[in-house]
């Protein structure tokens, strides 16, 4: 069953803390890593193992997103792109520990998750409750200035404007009115959709970026949309 892919860990490794497997699509990583970081502060545990997996081993999944429109049939996330038209599946095996010390020193200051609710369908997006979203992971990291923003950004005509249109709505500005001289990236174009894993790799890049001030370029960006 899907509880045994953590539950074998926690086994292996002989950890007694919470031991959890979740599935939020796309956010699974991240709303992990909010879990572990809940955990940490309630004191059920000392160090928390967070990891998130996706590998294609068989075509059905990639059928049925090609036969759903989802995907690119060139290929490619055109994240931000006037191109854009689906994405490009990927693969990642990623894993972070989070510590005490790494959530009180700041690395990991705040987060939230939420529901975009009632959309145009599905697996539209909905923009105000992407702007509720940002809003309130600010109020929990006490409204720190925004210096670098790693997107979702699929590569989709749909997605990524209305994401980029909640980023400036909800005021997620390198200053008081400036979203034009902040930096926005998107892994998604460099190494596809790794969905389950992708917001823990696009937070990985985002803890690079934070380490060398400086971040790979969008490899698919020409003309923005």
């Given at each position: 069953s899907f509880s045994i892919a953590s539950g074998r860990l926690s086994y292996t490794l002989d950890l007694h803390g919470p031991c959890v497997s979740i599935d939020?699509?796309?956010s699974s990583g991240l709303v992990a890593c909010h879990s572990g970081?809940?955990?940490?502060?309630?004191g059920e545990c000392t160090v928390s193992l967070v990891a998130a997996v996706n590998l294609m081993l068989q075509p059905v999944a990639s059928?049925?997103?090609a036969n759903a429109g989802m995907t690119s049939p060139s290929?490619?996330?055109?994240?931000f792109d006037s191109r854009a038209d689906g994405y490009a599946r990927g693969e990642a095996c990623v894993a972070v520990v989070l510590s005490s010390s790494v959530v009180a020193n700041g690395m990991l200051t705040g987060s939230c998750v939420r529901q975009d609710g009632k959309s145009a369908s599905l697996t539209?997006?909905?923009g105000q409750a992407q702007q509720a979203l940002l809003r309130a992971a600010r109020t929990d990291a006490f409204e720190m200035l925004i210096s670098y923003?790693?997107?979702h950004g699929t590569g989709t005509a749909l997605g990524d404007p209305i994401e980029a249109g909640a980023f400036a709505a909800a005021g997620c500005s390198s200053s008081a009115n400036d979203l034009a001289h902040l930096s926005i990236g998107g892994t998604k174009a460099n190494v596809g959709h790794t969905e389950p894993a992708a917001g823990m790799v696009g937070m990985l890049k985002l803890v690079h970026?934070?380490?060398?001030v400086r971040s790979a370029p969008n490899a698919q960006l020409r003309v923005l949309n």
């Amino acid at each position: 069953s899907f509880s045994i892919a953590s539950g074998r860990l926690s086994y292996t490794l002989d950890l007694h803390g919470p031991c959890v497997s979740i599935d939020t699509a796309c956010s699974s990583g991240l709303v992990a890593c909010h879990s572990g970081r809940c955990a940490l502060k309630l004191g059920e545990c000392t160090v928390s193992l967070v990891a998130a997996v996706n590998l294609m081993l068989q075509p059905v999944a990639s059928i049925n997103f090609a036969n759903a429109g989802m995907t690119s049939p060139s290929g490619r996330c055109h994240a931000f792109d006037s191109r854009a038209d689906g994405y490009a599946r990927g693969e990642a095996c990623v894993a972070v520990v989070l510590s005490s010390s790494v959530v009180a020193n700041g690395m990991l200051t705040g987060s939230c998750v939420r529901q975009d609710g009632k959309s145009a369908s599905l697996t539209a997006p909905n923009g105000q409750a992407q702007q509720a979203l940002l809003r309130a992971a600010r109020t929990d990291a006490f409204e720190m200035l925004i210096s670098y923003l790693e997107a979702h950004g699929t590569g989709t005509a749909l997605g990524d404007p209305i994401e980029a249109g909640a980023f400036a709505a909800a005021g997620c500005s390198s200053s008081a009115n400036d979203l034009a001289h902040l930096s926005i990236g998107g892994t998604k174009a460099n190494v596809g959709h790794t969905e389950p894993a992708a917001g823990m790799v696009g937070m990985l890049k985002l803890v690079h970026f934070l380490d060398h001030v400086r971040s790979a370029p969008n490899a698919q960006l020409r003309v923005l949309n």
